[in-house]
């Protein structure tokens, strides 16, 4: 089955166009991640084979080891169960066979995944896992009409494709900017979680400050800044009384680098 495109009118009316990833790229990132996961937990558990065996001059089979078997399989059992989910929320839609194979998950309304979408999503898998091999799950990418297996269609969530990089493209006057005063986003300390707060609400808010950047007098420009820092900074926890007026230029051309990467989609 071909991969479609599909074109997206979020409740902002901003409209976004993504291509949607097929059964071919979901299941190379798939099974890079199944490789993956395979390898931790072979190496886990040669450690406990290792560590047990230093322990007592018996036989590793014979010894008495419930209690670091038990707690092994927990372990094995949360790396296992928890990996897709959690990569998924905290790197934005990607687990790092996706991330090589270039696709990200998203909700349907062109958003970042929530937390609650990436925990009904991964539950489901178990669903999807069903007969073997992960086979129902493949044959409802390869039929549905958007490719979405059945923790997808339950999360409400989908697989696209990321913006493909332009080559030698020219910096715009922002880009500019950012780069002559060598910020970078190491340059803003904001946890994953305030980060989550933000939305395309306050996506198009920065984005707007970033395109008026070099538009306004100096005056305006300051009474600007002032406005969007009041609005967005405390929302990710970042205090704005005190700082002069180059701080919180700086701190909001930061933040339009780390949101930027999430919210400008491009094919």
Known sequence: MNEDHLDIKTPEYVSLQF???GLGSRAAAF???????MTINAIIVVILFVVMSGMSSLPFFIMDNSIPLAITIILLFILNGGYFFAFEFFSGGRTIGKKLMGIRVIQENGHSITLLSSFIRNLMRIVDSLPVSYFLGMIMIFFHSKHKRLGDIVAGTMVVHERKAKMKRK????????QVRG?????LSVDDWSLKSLGMKEWKLISTYSRRFHQLSLNDRRDFTK???????PKIRLETEGKTEEELENMLL??????????????
């Open 183 to 187: 910020l970078t986003v190491k340059d």
């Open 171 to 178: 910096l715009s006057p922002i880009e500019k900017e950012i």
């Open 31 to 37: 099974i890079i991640d199944q490789l993956l996961l």
């Open 254 to 267: 930061v933040l339009y680098l780390i949101l930027k990467e999430d919210w400008e989609f491009e094919l």
């Open 227 to 233: 406005q969007i820092a009041d609005i967005l900074l």
């Open 19 to 21: 291509q949607l990833a």
